[in-house]
């Protein structure tokens, strides 16, 4: 199983320091360095590679406009990179994460033991424990949902929006020892920040528009891409039978962000948020766009012999209010 790690950076210092923290676990991996600005401005190691906007417009041509800057959310060209690169397995950091001590040298095989768990069904719901009651049918009893995508978790600080940061300055997470799947129906809030997922799910992890276009005019929203993403994500592994799971291996989140900046950013993200589906147009259209690109998106219409461009399209459903 190959893997590719896939790291969004503009600053240098954090950048070599990740790839440092790093060095006993990404060896064998492919290592992809997107750094946010128009060209390379500064050099790092061999070993990884490292890409800038410029690169983006050449291998993209007319269809950059997709990948948004000044965001994290840059990350996408990455992707589609490993994607193209043959890669198994795609698995994204923040270039503040590091490796938590106790689990340094382990973490690729258990990203990749994560996305070859099969996760039992959860179709039907077993009122008691150990065995399965009268009335259980004996086929649900032995399905299994293959993982598509790993939501690893942080110890230290934690991903909270800008409010909840501000509310609880020193609330800090110890590292994650359990993993479980996300239950079919049920959205969440994916970070990016320490994620996993299998090639066939590329063309549905696309970071949603954010920060600003290739032009330099920003975008209505930020700090929404992976969350967003997420939505789309969930229902498409909740339409085609896939399991989503989160928890463990956590990575060391070392660095809390401005809140007050934070909630400012989000701000615009969050009223629609609460809108339900009212911001989702626009970045449908992108992530069509994105799929098109080369191809993307093919493997995934293959087993249940739907479009992903119609799942995409449906009303997003986030529970009553």
């Given amino acids: 199983m190959s893997t590719a790690v896939v790291v969004p950076t503009i600053r240098e210092d954090c950048a070599r320091r990740f790839l440092h923290e790093w060095k006993d676990d990404l060896d064998g991996a492919r290592v992809i360095v997107v ?3 128009p060209e390379r401005t500064f050099s790092l ?3 990884c590679e490292h890409y800038a906007w410029d690169d983006i417009e050449r291998d993209l041509g007319d269809l ?6 000044r965001t994290s959310a840059v990350r996408s060209y990455g992707f589609w990179l490993a994607y193209h690169g043959g890669a198994d397995v795609i698995w994204t950091l923040d270039d503040d994460c590091y490796p938590e001590d106790a689990r340094r040298g382990t973490y690729l095989a258990r990203i990749e033991g994560n996305l070859a768990w099969a996760a039992p069904s959860d179709a039907w719901w077993s009122t008691i424990g150990g ?15 293959p993982v598509m995508i790993h939501h690893g978790l942080w110890s230290q600080v934690p991903d909270l929006d800008g409010v909840t940061q501000l509310a609880n300055p020193d609330f800090r997470l ?6 479980g799947p996300v239950p079919t129906g049920a959205m969440f809030p994916m970070c990016v920040m320490n994620l996993a997922f299998r090639r066939e799910m590329t063309p549905a992890m696309y970071m949603l528009l ?5 032009a330099g005019d920003r975008f209505g929203f930020d700090r929404f891409d992976d969350i967003w993403a997420g939505l789309l994500a969930k229902r498409i592994c909740d339409h085609l039978g896939y399991a989503v799971t989160s928890g463990s291996p956590s990575v060391r989140h070392s660095r809390a962000s401005d809140p007050r900046r934070n909630a400012e950013l989000e701000a615009p993200g969050m009223a629609a948020h609460n809108e339900k589906d009212a911001a989702m147009g626009a970045a449908v259209a992108a992530a069509a766009a994105y799929m098109v ?3 993307l998106g093919q493997e995934l219409t293959l087993d249940k012999g739907s479009k992903l461009e119609l799942i995409l399209e449906r009303s997003l459903y986030f529970g009553r209010t």
């Fill in 131 to 145: 065995l399965h009651p009268r009335g259980f049918p004996y086929g649900v009893r032995e399905a299994k949902r």
């Fill in 293 to 295: 690109t080369s191809g």
């Fill in 64 to 69: 950059a406009r997709i990948i948004p800057r």
């Fill in 35 to 37: 750094e946010d600005n």
């Fill in 210 to 214: 954010m920060g600003q276009d290739d």
């Fill in 174 to 179: 110890p590292p994650a020892r359990e993993r």
């Fill in 45 to 47: 190691p061999a070993g």
